[in-house]
């Protein structure tokens, strides 16, 4: 039986990396993988995946206004679909791999953030979470060594950032994983200086 996974992190804590490796063990297995990415993830260039340990795949942007089913669809049959950067499809094209899973039993493995920077949820992660199969945290860790939970976002400066839009494309140098506790710590300790 088909299921929609939502396997969330933190940044840095290899969500892409694991995209391409579970890519990677389907196509060995013989089986053909619809990889996808939002549009709005446009770092390494519209159609490219890539970590930060150098992996790198082709994969079909998604645009806001796609309906996922029919592009689904478009695409032609395929075993699997794995999605990267997941929180930034809309909670409809959400409900619409949920629709593929349950109408076409097709898993779908989504990769992607829980929250911004601020610890709000994503829309489209809000959406996971409601919807998803199994929901599994890819761990990272906080420079204290407690587990990381919040993606503290960094000016040019290395000072964290608490406001601004929601979506602000980075890598390490925009964003640094963190604990909730040294997040709040730097917070007041910028505050008072």
Same mark, same amino acid.
């Given at each position: ?31 053909? @993988? ?73 898993? @779908? ?31 990272? @860790? ?52």
């Amino acid at each position: 039986m088909a299921k929609l996974y939502f396997k969330y992190g933190t940044m840095g804590s290899s969500k892409s990396a694991q995209a391409l490796i579970t890519q990677f063990n389907y196509e060995e297995m013989g089986m053909t @993988v619809w990889l996808i990415k939002p549009s709005i993830d446009n770092r390494d260039g519209a159609n490219i995946v890539r970590s930060r340990i150098g992996l790198v795949r082709e994969a079909e942007v998604i645009f806001p206004q796609d309906n996922l089913l029919t592009r689904y669809q478009q695409a032609g049959t395929t075993d699997v679909i794995i999605a990267d950067e997941a929180q930034f499809l809309t909670p409809d094209q959400i409900d619409q791999l949920r629709q593929i899973v349950d109408e076409l039993e097709i898993p @779908v493995l989504c990769f992607g953030l829980r929250t911004d920077f601020l610890t709000h949820l994503f829309p489209g992660s809000r959406r996971l979470l409601e919807l998803a199969d199994s929901i599994t945290e890819i761990k990272n @860790v906080c420079a204290c060594g407690a587990k990381a939970t919040v993606n503290a976002r960094l000016d040019s400066m290395g000072k964290i950032v608490t406001t601004g839009d929601q979506v602000l494309l980075g890598g390490n140098d925009s964003y640094a994983a963190m604990c909730h506790r040294c997040w709040r710590k730097k917070i007041h300790a910028q505050k008072t200086s």
